[in-house]
């Protein structure tokens, strides 16, 4: 989740190796560090119960799991995010220490504070990527989430599901019901 500007610009090479000695983790976007903040417990729960089912999934593939600690780099040069929950199957992936930049799946959970940013301008961003397949934002307020999938025509289309929905995801063959992440989620009041 962003929370405000280091607003002071910085290359690309100048922000993965400041970044790398800082206490918080920071997104880079058009020459700027913005410092992320942490989450609500249902978030973190949301995102470890994703985590939990793909690692099982993908177990012996080629594919990895990566949590909200993994950087995705839209090109070497940025802008850079932290999504909550990412998949990649490139091998070039396999060897990054830094950022990926393959990712076929990015997950973000919402928060009222970055929702509009996760839709909008990431999104925008996140679609830049011509690994990624799918982009999925799962509510931590309430059960739901909305997948966004790449069709045969290259268009994004969303397939939104709620309470008792089977959630399919194409892009690592897939398929699980959505109470699976909403396991000991409690939501706010």
Known sequence: MIASPDQHFMSP??????????????EYLDGEAYAMTGGTIPHNAIAINLIAALRNHVRGTTCRVLGADAKVGITEQGPFFYPDVLVTCNEGDRRAIKFVQFPCLVVEVLSQTTEAYDRGSKFSQYRRLESLREYVLISSEQIGVDLFCLNKQDKWELTPYTAGDTI??????????IDLLYEEVDFLT
Do not use: G, R, V
């Open 168 to 177: 399919q995801l194409t892009s690592i063959n897939f398929q699980f019901p």
């Open 13 to 26: 090479a100048t922000y993965l190796d400041w970044e790398a000695q800082q206490e918080l983790k920071y």
